[in-house]
C-alpha cells in the first residue's frame, strides 16, 4: 500500500479532478481518498501572523549591502 497526500482545488462545479501517476499499468487499484477543507488563512500567512513585526522585511531589506559579512575561516567540526 502506498500513500500519496496533494493538495488540489475542487471547481464551482463542486467536482475535484484528480490526476495521480501511480506508475502501474493495466492492473485494478483500490482507492481510498479523505478530504478536508482548508480555510484562506492556512494557505498563506502574512508576516505579522508569522510573528515579525508590521514591515519588517522593507525595513531590514539590503541593510548589510554596504558592509557585507565576511567568514574569515570556517570550521568543521
Known amino acids: 500500500m502506498n500513500s500519496v497526500k496533494l493538495r488540489s482545488h475542487a471547481g464551482k462545479d463542486g467536482i475535484l479532478h484528480l490526476e495521480i501517476p501511480i506508475g502501474m499499468t493495466d492492473k485494478e487499484v483500490e482507492i481510498m481518498v479523505i478530504y478536508q477543507a482548508l480555510e ?28 557585507p559579512i565576511v567568514i574569515d575561516s570556517e570550521v568543521i567540526i
Open 40 to 67: 484562506i488563512s492556512t494557505l498563506q500567512k502574512t508576516p505579522e501572523n508569522l510573528g515579525y513585526p508590521p514591515g519588517f522585511f522593507e525595513q531590514t531589506y539590503g541593510i548589510c549591502a554596504d558592509d
